[in-house]
């Protein structure tokens, strides 16, 4: 029922030229309404009089072109129209044409859709290779057998590139995190092996810094003795001097023998030699190779 009444609205707003659904129908004088692309070609082929009239198709009634009217019902209708369809169910009891309710007995080659025989005389499927379901039937059934072949193994085949790509991805993941664990591990062993180092040389320093001070401390108290010894001596040197000559002589070679400054020159000589820090030999460790781009084994 509903499908019958459905080809009839269908056939008020078919176009008479083209047989087809009107686009951007309109209408002349008359009443009639055509697609304006059908129309217009019409006006080039129909105006005979010298006022550039034109005759309906339809009725044969003398138009002007330019009193065309848009049919915006119609269009709307026909927007409506395109947007209903038949269920599953009446469009397999039906089997008919939504264009012009007749069977859909032909196949078009071109559109790949079933038409009927009006559909045929169409502007649309002028020219198309049309044929009967029956003589086409087996050589579509044997292309999409061919089709459904040929899209199983491409399917196939994906699904093996996408097991290789999983196993690809798994296996870089667990190279990579080897390969971090190995630089991780790598500069702990290097950065334990720097630390022991550090503490090495910092005790070195440590105990230079401990036996060269003891060392001047010691030295300082002897050379405050020995400054002290040595004003005393100059103190008596100078009274000797402003003295008689015989106090000046007396007992002149023992204080020439007992002269202090030969000990403050031997305290001057006091080893002050400290550790050396040695880059290099800790560069050797690691440092070097890391340099070079080589990574040595710790």
Known sequence: MASGILVNIKEEVTCPICLELLREPLSLDCGHTFCQACITANDKESIVSEKGEGHCPVCRIYYQPWNLRPNRHVANIVEMLQKVKLSPEEEQKTDFCVHHGEKLLLFCKEDGKFICWLCERSQEHRGH??????????????????????????????????????????????????????????????????????????????????????????????????????????????????????????????????????????????????????????????????????????
Not at 205 to 211: A, Q, R, S, V
């Open 129 to 298: 290779h049309t044929f009967l379901m029956e003589d086409v039937a087996q050589e579509y059934q044997e292309k999409l057998q061919a089709a459904l072949h040929r899209l199983r193994a491409e399917h196939q085949e994906a699904e093996k590139l996408e097991a290789d790509i999983k196993e690809e991805r798994t296996s870089w993941k667990n190279q990579i995190q080897k390969e971090i664990q190995s630089v991780q591990n790598f500069f702990k062993k290097l950065k334990g092996i720097l630390d022991t180092e550090e503490q090495k040389e910092l005790q070195k320093l440590k105990k230079d810094e401990g036996d060269i001070l003891h060392d001047l401390e010691q030295s300082e108290s002897k050379l405050v003795k020995q400054s002290q010894v040595l004003r005393d001596l100059i103190s008596e040197l100078e009274h000797r001097l402003n003295g008689s000559m015989r106090k000046m002589l007396q007992d002149v070679n023992g204080i020439m023998e007992r002269g202090p400054w030969k000990e403050a020159q031997a305290l001057n000589g006091v080893n002050r030699q400290k550790s050396v820090f040695e880059e290099t030999k800790i560069n050797g460790v690691g440092i070097f190779f890391l340099t070079l781009g080589v990574r040595p084994s710790l």
